[in-house]
């Protein structure tokens, strides 16, 4: 299995967004994180079921993002969550999840996750990426000092690319994750393949 985490974003997608799922879905990644954040709980809840009916068939860990309800309602155990949102969980939603990720932008915040149950955080933004034009990249250093401080897999995420993900790797991350390049290129399988 890789050590790819793809998230997504419709608004930037090649083709419809379920196509581009399946394609993905069926390239081994580690998994899909449905981040359609714009959507009311009704959308939601439609483009979820479908998401997850099609990484079941290929055996691919669907994690959805910022619903956790929606998610527990679906029997969906794995989910990924802003820091602020995940603190506002009870322990019993939490310990619902076998997979519960959050997104970290310090090693305070990566310490602060592990201890609330996450079984993996993301880490970043790494490198300078158009998603957050204007803010640099926090850069390999932070990385490596995030990856120290917990014992839970880290993942990488911002701007990541083929010519520096070994340096991801040798930072002491776990993996990485890609939205942009995922979610607009033309062949998913060429765009991952060079990742791996």
Same mark, same amino acid.
């Given at each position: 299995?890789?050590?790819?985490?793809?998230?997504?974003?419709?608004?930037?997608?090649?083709?419809?967004?379920?196509?581009?799922? +399946?394609?993905?879905?069926?390239?081994?990644?580690?998994?899909?994180?449905?981040?359609?954040?714009?959507?009311?709980?009704?959308?939601?809840?439609?483009?979820?079921?479908?998401?997850?009916?099609?990484?079941?068939?290929?055996?691919?860990t669907?994690?959805?993002?910022?619903?956790?309800?929606?998610?527990?309602?679906?029997?969906c155990?794995?989910?990924?969550?802003?820091?602020?949102?995940?603190?506002?969980?009870?322990?019993?939603?939490?310990? /619902? /999840?076998?997979?519960?990720?959050?997104?970290?932008?310090?090693?305070?915040?990566?310490?602060?996750?592990?201890?609330?149950?996450?079984?993996?955080?993301?880490?970043?933004?790494? /490198?300078?990426?158009?998603?957050?034009?204007?803010?640099?990249?926090?850069?390999?250093?932070?990385?490596?000092?995030?990856? +120290?401080?917990?014992?839970?897999?880290?993942?990488?995420?911002?701007?990541?690319?083929?010519g520096?993900?070994?340096?991801?790797?040798?930072?002491?991350?776990?993996?990485?994750?890609?939205?942009?390049?995922?979610?607009?290129?033309?062949?998913i399988?060429?765009?991952?393949?060079?990742?791996?």
């Open positions: 299995m890789s050590d790819i985490i793809v998230f997504t974003n419709r608004v930037l997608c090649a083709e419809p967004l379920l196509d581009r799922i +399946e394609k993905i879905s069926r390239s081994g990644v580690r998994g899909i994180v449905l981040r359609e954040k714009d959507l009311n709980e009704e959308e939601y809840t439609t483009l979820a079921t479908a998401a997850i009916e099609i990484c079941r068939r290929h055996k691919t669907c994690i959805l993002h910022g619903f956790s309800r929606i998610a527990a309602s679906l029997g155990r794995s989910v990924h969550m802003p820091l602020p949102a995940l603190r506002s969980l009870s322990c019993e939603e939490r310990k /619902f /999840f076998r997979v519960l990720g959050a997104s970290c932008h310090s090693q305070a915040e990566a310490v602060e996750a592990e201890k609330l149950g996450c079984t993996y955080i993301t880490a970043g933004h790494i /490198f300078d990426t158009d998603c957050k034009k204007g803010l640099p990249g926090r850069g390999i250093e932070f990385l490596h000092r995030v990856c +120290e401080s917990v014992s839970i897999p880290v993942y990488a995420i911002g701007g990541i690319s083929a520096n993900i070994a340096d991801v790797r040798s930072a002491g991350a776990a993996g990485v994750c890609v939205m942009s390049g995922a979610m607009t290129c033309r062949d399988e060429k765009y991952l393949g060079e990742l791996k």
